[in-house]
Nanobody
Framework: QVQLVESGGGLVQPGGSLRLSCAAS????????IAWFRQAPGKTRKGVAS????????NIDESVRGRVTISTETTKDTVYLQMNNLQPEDTGIYYC??????????????????WGSGTQVTVSS
């Protein structure tokens, strides 16, 4: 079992920034990846970014490229999602997901083995 705990969500004005954290614990494999997905109200989860546990491989969805960076602090098994210039369309619940041993594919959710409970991000003036 792997546990994922997200934090860092909140209410921010358009143009603002947030940094989300996803802390992994439990029986993580030697090679795994963590991905962030956004679920807007009434919509399916959409992949935002993913990173390997070593930090050597990163994928950013083209819709947020240039505004979002993903990083990892390997000693803490924590992944960060830095989001800048946030817009109302970024609103949603952000979930982190665990995939192993391959990278999470941002277009799909079926390869995610474990999910966190999510953190709410609201972008509004």
């Amino acid at each position: 079992q792997v546990q994922l705990v997200e934090s860092g969500g909140g209410l921010v004005q358009p143009g603002g920034s947030l940094r989300l954290s996803c802390a992994a614990s439990g029986n993580t494999e030697e090679y795994y990846s963590i991905a962030w997905f956004r679920q807007a109200p009434g919509k399916t989860r959409k992949g935002v970014a993913s990173i390997s546990n070593t930090g050597s491989i990163k994928n950013i969805d083209e819709s947020v490229r240039g505004r979002v960076t993903i990083s990892t602090e390997t000693t803490k098994d924590t992944v960060y999602l830095q989001m800048n210039n946030l817009q109302p369309e970024d609103t949603g619940i952000y979930y982190c997901g665990y995939c192993a041993p391959a990278m999470c594919i941002l277009k799909y959710t079926y390869d995610v083995h474990y999910w966190g409970s999510g953190t709410q991000v609201t972008v509004s003036s």
